[in-house]
Each structure stands twice: as C-alpha cells, then as structure tokens.
C-alpha cells in the first residue's frame, strides 16, 4: 500500500485496466448483491429529495419496496445503504432492453439533479473502509477484484485505460483535485519503486 495524506491506497490498483463496458456487463454491479449501495450520512437526505425528480421513471416493483421502507436502510447500527429490490437491485435502477441503468445518474445528466449518486456507487470497483474518527481516521481504497466486472478488464486493456485513471472524476468528487493530482504522483512514484525492487 502507499499512502496520499490521510488516504492508504492498495497497490492493486497501480497496473488494474479498466473501463466499464455495459454492453457486455448490462450494469451488473446496480442488480447483483445482498444488499444496498453503502452511503455516506448526507446521502440519504439527497436520496429521499432526488425521489420526486426521478419517481415517474422507477419500476412498480420499486415504488411498492419505496412505499414500505423508503430509499435507504439501515444495513446495520449506524450503516445505511439504498433500499433494494428482492435483496437485489437498487430501487433507482431501471432497464434499457437488458441493461440496468441508474436513474439518478440519467437525472444528473440531464440537468435535472445536482446529485448524480451514491459516492460509493461512483467509486467501484474501489470500496472505502473507514478505521478511526475525526481528524485520526484513515481512509483505505481497496480494488475489489469480482467477476462481474472482468468485462471492463478486458475493455481496458483494449483501450489502454487505467483504473487510477477511469475512476478521476468520482476521486476528485470524494478528495478534490488537488488531492487526486498527488494521487497520480504517488501512484507513478509507486510503479517505479515496484520495477526498481522487482527481481532483475
């Protein structure tokens, strides 16, 4: 692992191609799952105010889980994450033929909402583990390496695409760009220690 300020990186994501390709995943990280997005505090108030910008385009099987216990659940005391559907999809998923697209994401880029979406959900493959409180705690992104997502492997090494690189916008959203340009020093910085200690 390395280190940028308060945040410890896995070295797994220094040489990791990726770009999400939809065509081949159909949005497989929105459907597959024991439970809901994980969310940041702020979050569920945003969920529950983008709710009347996107209610007209969500599924009816949704809207019923919605109607019972709302956008959010409390995963365990004190964690929440996105109300889903059968344990499965996210309530603000919905389908284009096959693929399951974020409704708040469509919203976002129509103009529609400030919110584009779970912070969490716009970092995967990278998750965020939390140890310690206040100004003491530290942030560690790990690369969560699942099947689901070896369709965008593949994609990135056909466009030579990077993970540390994909994945700019979501990281400066979550630490700024001052921070994600110490990022990628470090993460160049890394890649030469590894080559230099590697075995000869």
């Known amino acids: 692992m390395f280190a940028v300020d308060h945040v410890l990186v896995s070295d ?43 209610h007209h385009k969500l599924r009816s099987e949704a809207l019923d889980v919605i109607a019972r216990k709302g956008v959010w659940t409390e995963e365990e005391p004190g964690q929440y994450g996105t109300a889903t559907v059968g344990g499965r999809e ?14 708040l994401q469509q919203a976002h ?25 206040g100004e003491d705690a530290i942030e560690v992104l790990n690369y969560e390496q699942i099947e689901l997502c070896k369709p965008a492997v593949r994609s990135g090494r056909r466009t030579a695409s990077q993970l540390s690189d994909f994945l700019r916008k979501p990281l400066t959203r979550k630490y700024g760009p001052d921070w ?16 230099d200690s590697s075995p000869q």
């Open 12 to 54: 797994a994501v220094l040489d990791a191609p990726f770009a999400c390709n939809l065509g081949e995943c159909l949005g497989a990280c929105c459907v597959h799952g024991d439970q809901g997005a994980p969310l940041e505090p702020e979050e569920r108030e945003q969920l529950e105010a983008a709710l009347p910008v996107v």
């Open 90 to 103: 996210c309530v603000f998923v919905t389908y284009d033929k096959s693929v399951a697209k974020c409704t």
């Open 109 to 133: 880029h129509l103009g529609r909402l400030e919110f584009e979406k779970p912070i969490s959900c716009h970092l995967y493959p990278i998750r965020v583990e939390t140890h310690g409180e």
């Open 180 to 195: 994600y340009g110490r990022f990628q020093e470090a993460v160049q910085n890394r890649r030469e220690i590894l080559i």
